[in-house]
Nanobody, 116 residues
Framework: QVQLVQSGGGLVQAGDSLRLSCAAS????????MSWYRQAPGKKRELVAR???????NYADSVKGRFTISRDNAKNTVYLQMNSLKPEDAAVYYC??????????WGKGTLVTVSS
C-alpha cells in the first residue's frame, strides 16, 4: 500500500509560479511511474505530466514549456513546478503512482486557483 500526501496548492495570480509536492510512503517509490493529473469543474480528469520510473517525461500540450515534473527518489517525493500560470490551469491537481497493471494510487488532491 502506498499513501500519497500532497502539498503546495493555493491561490496565485496569472503569470505566477507554484510548486506542488507529493510525498509517498513505502520503500518502492523509485519503481513507480509518477504523474500529475488535474480536474477542473465540469471537466474530465486529465493527465498533466508523467515521469516514468526511468525518468522519461511527457506532458500535456497545454502545459509544455511551462510545467516541469521531477522526482527525488531519496525523499520519495514527486514535484510539479508550474510557471506562467494561466486561469485555465485552475483545477484540483492529483498525484498518481502506478506500477504494473494493478498497482496504482491517488493522492487526495490539492486545489490550485489562478486569478486573472
Amino acid at each position: 500500500q502506498v499513501q500519497l500526501v500532497q502539498s503546495g496548492g493555493g491561490l496565485v495570480q496569472a503569470g505566477d509560479s507554484l510548486r506542488l509536492s507529493c510525498a509517498a510512503s513505502g520503500r518502492t517509490f523509485s519503481s513507480y511511474a509518477m504523474s500529475w493529473y488535474r480536474q477542473a469543474p465540469g471537466k474530465k480528469r486529465e493527465l498533466v505530466a508523467r515521469m516514468s520510473d526511468a525518468g522519461s517525461t511527457n506532458y500535456a500540450d497545454s502545459v509544455k514549456g511551462r510545467f516541469t515534473i521531477s522526482r527525488d527518489n531519496a525523499k520519495n517525493t514527486v514535484y510539479l513546478q508550474m510557471n506562467s500560470l494561466k486561469p485555465e490551469d485552475a483545477a484540483v491537481y492529483y498525484c498518481h503512482a502506478k506500477r504494473g497493471v494493478f498497482m496504482e494510487y491517488w493522492g487526495k488532491g490539492t486545489l490550485v486557483t489562478v486569478s486573472s
